[in-house]
């Protein structure tokens, strides 16, 4: 194995390789066409004239890229019962945990090595700036180490139990597990619910967005390189009908883990619960940003424009309202207007590019709507509410949009709504109270930031917020370790660190009886019930 030194080498190479020769979408490699990933290979469809066939094209400049073959309903059931019967013949679900743990530390290994090749289809697929792919891409094989050592180092319980026994309890695998990814992130979701399903011995269908599944599809040569058997790993390209309808309804699957939006986590909630499969959801979000009157006003200011601009405000976390003390409301909302507008777009592989288009035309469609709308309701507009002029071809036909900052009322659809772009709406308040009960008046309940200096009232404030995730005096970070999910609208149960696990698999418990003395219910006056 490569010494850390020597790794960090060959894949700065790499990069140095890639910076040369890559300059847009046009110039990444893909390949003529992908296939759908099962039994350990590439293969079409068996009734491949069923099968759509998605083109893909980048949405900052509308190249062509490449074209993608979906699995057909026909395919998705036999993957799944593929699966299914390698669950039930134990060469993973029955592993030993040192086994497991070294196939995930080596699939981090092959993941790190191909990330040079993965950060330009990535960046071509979605249109992401390539300073954030790279940030965010290299911290992806971290997932599968953290778990890796995780489930190595599992113990089970032995809870209290009345009378001469001994209760022990193990965390066992589910069965065949479907994971249903965005397309907003795609590897690096993929990654988060792939790296605890495939530790804790799952089977695992994966469906990648209709919108960027290539990264993805490449997992699976990434995951057999390192050693995951044939089999415990499909990967399944294709549109919710029919390839997600197949996945959430098939009585064989244990578990479905979605990423997407409230509605579909309904439509996705009701099919799953037919066959008493149990479902984990991070759904839509609203994230106030709470900044009180003895902020660093500053550094609010940069990570209220990283929370909103960053993805181009394709998060579920990303900063969508901020709530500012009415004494440095006016001028934080023009420093941070003043600050978007340096914002520059343009070419994605580009280091010079700081924020990327977004992902497709409907979707820029429905951002100038929201927008209008609110400004036909009396939105004060700092900056932006249009698509940028100026860019140079072909980035002038791709789908960008200004980053955005106005001010509303907390009676408009904007406020409310998530608008899944680079649009930050702001309200002033007077008291923390106030702030609270505007940071809360929403459906949703994923994520929120308190910018403040006092440490005492930031922790208040956290704690009569009702959402899953809280960052305090920064915004949208991560770890592997750090549970993510949220309450409300914005889904059920946890993604990362131990709840993960658990979420990954379900507790056995095996009542032993230490003594041998007789025992007959029907003869025995005083015979233990219970």
């Not at 269908?205 to 960027?212: G, N, Y």
């Not at 998530?418 to 109270?433: A, M, R, Y």
């Not at 993510?484 to 993960?500: H, I, P, Q, Y």
Request: proline share 6%.
């Amino acid at each position: 194995m490569l010494s850390q030194v020597a790794r960090k080498s060959t894949i700065a190479r790499a990069w140095q390789v890639q910076r040369a020769t890559i300059a847009s979408a046009k110039d990444v490699p893909f390949q003529k066409e992908y296939f759908p990933f099962v039994g350990g290979k590439y293969v079409a469809p068996n009734d491949i004239e069923k099968a759509q066939r998605l083109e893909l094209r980048s949405p900052a400049s509308r190249d062509y890229l490449t074209h993608v073959v979906c699995a057909t309903e026909q395919q998705t059931n036999a993957a799944i019962d593929l699966g299914n019967e390698v669950f039930e013949n134990g060469v993973w679900s029955r592993a030993d945990a040192r086994v497991r743990a070294k196939v995930l530390n080596n699939i981090a290994e092959e993941l790190r090595k191909e990330l040079p090749n993965l950060v330009p289809m990535e960046v071509a697929q979605t249109g992401r700036a390539i300073k954030e792919m790279k940030a965010q891409m290299a911290r992806l094989p971290e997932w599968f180490e953290y778990f890796s050592a995780l489930v190595r180092t599992q113990e089970g319980t032995v809870p209290p139990f009345l009378g001469n026994y001994v209760n022990y309890v193990r965390r066992v695998p589910l069965g065949v597990c479907g994971l249903l990814t965005p397309w907003n992130h795609p590897l690096l979701i993929a990654v988060k619910k792939l790296a605890p399903a495939l530790a804790t011995g799952n089977s695992v269908i994966l469906k990648p967005s209709e919108l960027a599944p290539v990264t993805v599809l490449q997992m699976g040569e990434i995951c057999k390189r390192a050693g995951l058997p044939d089999g415990v790993l499909n990967i399944l390209p294709g549109l919710g009908e029919p390839v997600g309808r197949a996945i959430c309804s098939h009585p064989a699957m244990r578990k479905i883990d979605l990423t997407g939006g409230t509605r579909t986590g309904r439509v996705v909630g009701e099919m799953a619960g037919r066959n008493l499969c149990s479902v984990l959801t991070e759904l839509g979000g609203k994230a106030p940003m709470l900044v009180f009157d003895d902020a660093d006003v500053e550094q609010a200011i940069n990570g209220a424009a990283f929370a909103t601009f960053v993805a181009s405000g394709q998060t579920c976390v990303m900063g969508a309202r901020l709530v500012i003390h009415e004494s440095i409301y006016e001028s934080f909302m023009t420093r941070l207007a003043a600050k978007a507008t340096k914002i520059r777009m343009g070419n994605p592989f580009s280091e010079d590019t700081q924020m990327g288009p977004v992902i497709s035309e409907a979707s820029k469609t429905r951002i100038t709507g929201m927008v209008q709308d609110a400004v036909q309701h009396g939105a004060k507009v700092y900056t932006g509410a249009k698509a940028p002029s100026g860019l140079s071809s072909p980035y002038s036909e791709g789908f960008f949009y200004e980053p955005t900052v106005l001010g509303v009322t907390d009676k408009m659809h904007i406020w409310h709504e998530e608008v899944f772009g680079p649009v930050v709406v702001g309200l002033p308040f007077k008291t923390e109270e106030e702030a609270i009960k505007l940071a809360n008046d929403s459906p949703y309940g994923l994520a929120a930031a308190v910018w403040s200096k006092n440490i005492m009232r930031a922790h208040r404030v956290a704690d009569k917020l009702n959402v899953g995730l809280v960052w305090l005096n920064d915004h949208h970070r991560n770890d592997p370790s750090s549970p993510w999910g949220g309450m409300k609208d914005s889904g059920v149960g946890r993604e990362n660190g131990l709840f993960a696990l658990h979420e990954y698999t379900q507790a056995k418990s095996v009542v032993v009886r230490m003594d041998d003395s007789p025992f007959d219910w029907f003869e025995q006056a005083n015979a233990r019930y219970s």
